[in-house]
């Protein structure tokens, strides 16, 4: 079974600040790699898909990069609205990284 | 407009059983591939469980041979037979649509509920 892991767990930042979450699965998923955003009370966001695709209507400040077993996203300039948890699936089998939560330094 | 509308989550001893439901307006159900995913109270998410729009089904190794996903197609409506529960089955249970091609992310989401299981 295909395992995922993320980078860092918790990460804290300012607004503003250029911001990266790794994630890496355990064998070659090709891009099918998704990333969600998620705040608490609520239903996850699909944010990139296709390890790179923006999701009609998320910011451009979101890109995704990698292919693969090592994948990136990075938000370009962080904002109040992005303190969140970050997820990432291989949606392929849809199993789902453990989650990067960003918070305000 | 897409919407996905969970219901039937509660509170229910171990061992027991529950329905969840989640009930689509705006596609045909039958037509997609159909999750769910549940996420315990501060845990990450995990995947439950899909249906095809061929009607294969599949689970995680968590649930197999007690959960069992189905649809009925004149109510549009995805359900979720929850049997011989446990402890760790507590958790948000969603309900997620994949619009896109055959390999496709989960691009609609329903709200959650919650189930808890708890003597």
């Known amino acids: 079974d295909i395992q995922m892991t993320q980078s860092p767990s918790t990460l804290s930042a300012s607004v503003g600040d250029r911001v990266t979450i790794t994630c890496r699965a355990s064998?070659?998923?090709?891009?099918?790699l998704a990333w969600y955003q998620q705040k608490p009370g609520k239903a996850p966001k699909l944010l990139i898909y296709?390890?790179?695709s923006l999701e009609s209507g998320v910011p451009s400040r979101f890109s995704g990069s990698g292919s693969g077993t090592e994948f990136t996203l990075t938000i370009s300039s962080l904002q109040p609205d992005d303190f969140a948890t970050y997820y990432c699936?291989?949606?392929?089998?849809?199993?789902f990284g453990p989650g990067t939560k960003v918070d305000i330094k | 407009e897409v919407q996905l509308v969970e219901s039937g989550g509660g509170l229910i001893q171990p061992g027991g059983s529950l329905r969840l439901s989640c009930a689509a307006s705006?596609?045909?159900?039958?037509?997609?591939?159909m999750s769910w995913v549940r996420q315990a109270p501060g845990k990450g998410l995990e995947w439950v469980s899909v249906?095809?729009?061929?009607?294969?089904?599949y689970y995680a190794d968590s649930v197999k041979g007690r959960f069992t996903i189905s649809r009925d197609n004149s109510k549009n409506t995805l359900y979720l037979q929850m049997n011989s529960l446990r402890a760790e089955d507590t958790a948000v249970y969603y309900c997620?649509?994949?619009?896109?091609?055959?390999?496709?992310?989960?691009?609609?989401w329903g709200q959650g509920t919650l189930v808890t299981v708890s003597s």
């Open positions: 997620a649509l994949a619009s896109g091609s055959l390999v496709s992310p989960f691009d609609y």
């Open positions: 705006g596609f045909t159900v039958s037509s997609n591939y």
């Open positions: 249906i095809y729009s061929g009607g294969s089904t």
């Open positions: 064998q070659s998923i090709s891009s099918w």
């Open positions: 296709k390890a790179s």
């Open positions: 699936q291989q949606y392929n089998s849809y199993v």
